[in-house]
């Protein structure tokens, strides 16, 4: 198989599921998209992530575990 052909188009959401520290965050944010929603269950990698948001107001975290089943998250 040959090279995948590279998309040059700027996405308007980046939705990543399991975010952790955010160590792709800068990554995300050289594509330059209207809206970056990071999803993480994990209490202190979220505080990690939200004090990294606070300069990056296209950057929204949303504390949360996904799953096959709802409930609460230990």
């Known amino acids: 198989m040959g090279e995948r ?4 188009m700027k996405p308007r959401t980046i939705l990543h599921i399991g975010a952790g520290d955010g160590k792709r965050l800068a990554d995300w944010q050289k594509l330059q998209p209207e809206k970056i929603v990071l999803v ?13 948001a606070v300069t990056q107001p296209n950057v929204v975290v949303i504390q949360a575990a996904l799953g ?6 230990e």
């Open 40 to 52: 993480e269950p994990e209490r202190m990698a979220v505080s990690r992530l939200r004090q990294q």
């Open 68 to 73: 096959q089943v709802s409930g609460e998250a």
């Open 5 to 8: 052909p590279a998309i040059n």
